[in-house]
């Protein structure tokens, strides 16, 4: 195979492929397929996709025993494609098998370019040219991305006569699922998500948000659009936009904090938060971490264990409906804002409420009064660990002595990948790694001679070497001494070190017992995690080891 890639490589290097098959990353692998049918040899073709991906070649059977389409072929329970990796094809063929006389299949394969079936299997599966393949084109991209479990689809121009699409998988953003757009065709998809959303058809220069909520067969979806013009034209001068649709699945359930993935410490800790009647809690992290997932999950148990509570929310917007809460979504065309909802708030006779976010000092002094009230608070704030959020409460003008009579407890939260267990394979952790994180891994009574997990790359995770994500958390409760710290504006460094010699644990303690047990690495950890710090006494002084 390899005498193939030096016959190009200097073709291949010019469109900056890496010809170290097994280094590439899934979704440059993805690239590879489309470039070889336009440019490469046949035999190249078969030999890199057989390579990387262990696809079976078609080979010609009789009439009776296939089904052949524009774009695929089935044949004994297997459906051949130019590009198996377009996942658009794929979901068409999968579709079609629900209509009689069409087989089904079980498994993926490739058709050679060299196969008297390629001119009509390489045809375009849907000619995108008018207002009805448009919406077909549009459901069918929704569910390609839920059955990959995308959170975010990406649209945008690759240049002015291509657009691309990417899905955001366990965080990552992935290339090629689907193949590229010409320019003309996308014209009506954009137009097809602006009806959708509510937009304006053909307005492409204003930035938009939208929303769409999509009902289909077993799918059902909120999803949040936002458009903006790129300094790419159409032939006409207009700008050519891109989009981001982010995807909230209405049929997942809310999940109880015991089925969250915590490690016992800290499930114990939030677990402890459902106790209380007065307050301020705070969740933090970056987007996409878990936020949202764990306040509900919190007030969904606080609403379970406290009889006759009454808990209001305030979301921009709301992004699941929970039974026995009272929920409201920001809406600024209706004067629905956050600094009038908290006003309202505090004349709705409430016990616990959910503020989607602080954002600015009005909102951020509203909550505090909400909290020093009497009432419990629940909210977000975006900042790279917990008790980060004593410095931003101090940057949103918010006295140290306010902080410390209301904020009970700060969170930080990450989603971590977790290792394919189907293709995971272990190894020893190497000495420069145990002498990097010593005091850590001391805790934890790491060894240098630790075995590790790490995925290898399968089918079933599609060469990502991970499937799904874990959560992470930090929780700190802060206690008469961390509250006396804040008011003598303490670094949060130094309040972090006195609560983990009490026996507190960091982002870092929960993630090592991912590592241990063999469900994350430690460049996933790196990846998503704050940089770790070994100047955090991570010895526990004064009540021995965390647990």
């Not at 951020?364 to 909290?371: D, F, N, Q, S």
Request: aromatic share 8%.
């Amino acid at each position: 195979m390899f005498n193939f890639w030096q016959q190009f490589k200097n073709e291949l290097e010019s469109q900056k492929i890496d010809f170290d098959f097994q280094s590439l990353s899934p979704q440059h692998k993805a690239n590879v397929i489309p470039y070889l049918i336009n440019k490469l040899d046949n035999n190249l073709i078969v030999a890199t996709v057989c390579k990387i991906k262990q696809y079976p070649i078609y080979k010609n059977q009789s009439e009776s025993d296939r089904y052949i389409s524009d774009g695929f072929v089935i044949s004994n329970r297997c459906a051949y494609f130019i590009n198996p990796l377009d996942q658009l094809n794929i979901q068409v063929a999968y579709e079609r098998t629900h209509f009689d006389k069409v087989p089904k299949f079980t498994s993926i394969g490739i058709i050679a370019a060299n196969n008297p079936i390629f001119e009509n299997a390489s045809k375009q599966t849907l000619e995108i040219g008018n207002e009805h393949s448009s919406l077909k084109f549009y459901k069918k991209l929704i569910k390609v991305a839920m059955s990959q479990n995308a959170s975010d689809i990406h649209i945008a121009p690759r240049s002015e006569t291509d657009i691309y699409f990417r899905f955001r998988i366990d965080g990552v953003l992935i290339d090629n699922l689907i193949d590229d757009l010409d320019i003309g065709s996308y014209k009506f998809v954009a137009n097809q998500i602006l009806a959708q959303s509510g937009g304006e058809s053909g307005n492409y220069i204003n930035i938009f948000d939208g929303k769409i909520n999509f009902k289909d067969a077993n799918v059902d979806v909120s999803i949040r659009v936002s458009m903006m013009p790129t300094d790419f034209l159409y032939q006409n001068g207009t700008n050519i936009s891109r989009f981001v649709l982010r995807i909230h699945d209405n049929l997942s359930e809310v999940k109880s904090l015991s089925a969250l993935g915590l490690n016992t410490h800290t499930y114990e800790q939030v677990l402890n938060l459902t106790k209380l009647n007065q307050g301020l809690v705070v969740v933090t992290g970056p987007t996409g971490s878990g936020k949202t997932t764990l306040l509900y999950a919190l007030l969904s148990d606080i609403n379970n264990q406290q009889l006759g509570v009454s808990i209001q929310t305030l979301e921009d917007p709301v992004e699941k409906k929970l039974p026995g809460l009272d929920q409201c979504s920001i809406n600024k065309d209706a004067g629905t804002t956050y600094e009038r909802g908290l006003v309202a708030f505090l004349r709705q006779d409430l016990d616990a409420a959910l503020i989607g976010e602080i954002r600015d000092e009005t909102t951020a002094k509203k909550v505090t009064e909400v909290a020093m009230t009497g009432h419990l608070a629940l909210t977000t704030l975006h900042t790279n660990t917990a008790l980060g959020t004593i410095n931003r409460l101090r940057r949103l003008g918010i006295d140290d002595r306010d902080t410390a009579d209301t904020l009970k407890s700060v969170i930080a939260t990450r989603l971590v990948r977790k290792v394919c267990k189907d293709c995971a394979v272990t190894t020893n952790t190497s000495n420069k790694c145990f002498d990097s994180y010593r005091n850590l891994f001391n805790v934890n009574k790491v060894k240098s001679t630790q075995i590790v997990t790490h995925g290898d790359g399968c089918t079933k995770c599609n060469f990502k070497s991970y499937k799904g994500r874990l959560l992470v958390a930090e929780i700190f409760t802060l206690d008469t001494q961390a509250q006396l710290m804040i008011t003598q504006q303490k670094s949060a460094l130094e309040i972090e070190q006195y609560l983990v010699s009490q026996g507190q644990q960091s982002l870092w303690h929960h993630a090592t017992e991912l590592l241990l047990q063999g469900d994350t690495t430690l460049q996933e950890l790196k990846r998503v995690l704050p940089p770790y710090s070994s100047s955090t006494n991570f010895n526990n002084e004064g009540k021995g080891e965390a647990k």
